[in-house]
């Protein structure tokens, strides 16, 4: 027979255990478009006007597209921008231009961030 004191002291360690291991774990991290449309200003503005996305026959067919472009482009220009930073920049292409559905938690955020501040 198992000890009941016992029992509750190892179910209090193992669910310190579980929160502890928690605290390690990253938090989903939601772009910010307002960094995003500073770094495409200090960086991209200049080369690219409004008609390179408002074009009609636009390369980028979803989200996931125009994250690929901006990583492309910071890799092809060495501009060093981190994930985040890529992440960021195309939130704000995306809530600017866009205006592709995102299924993700931190698009999601985003959007909703956006339409706020609208």
Avoid: Q
């Amino acid at each position: 027979m198992s000890n009941p004191v016992r029992i509750a002291a190892s179910a209090g360690c193992i669910a310190a255990a579980f929160a502890a291991a928690l605290a390690f774990v990253p938090a989903a991290r939601a772009a910010d478009v307002e960094r995003g449309r500073a770094l495409y200003e200090l960086r991209c503005g200049a080369c690219h006007t409004e008609s390179v996305h408002g074009r009609e026959h636009r390369v980028a067919k979803d989200l996931a597209d125009v994250r690929r472009w901006v990583r492309r482009w910071n890799e092809s220009l060495a501009i060093g921008w981190t994930d985040a930073e890529i992440d960021d920049v195309a939130a704000y292409l995306n809530a600017t231009y866009y205006k592709f559905d995102c299924a993700t938690s931190a698009c999601s955020a985003v959007s909703m961030t956006t339409r706020g501040a609208r």
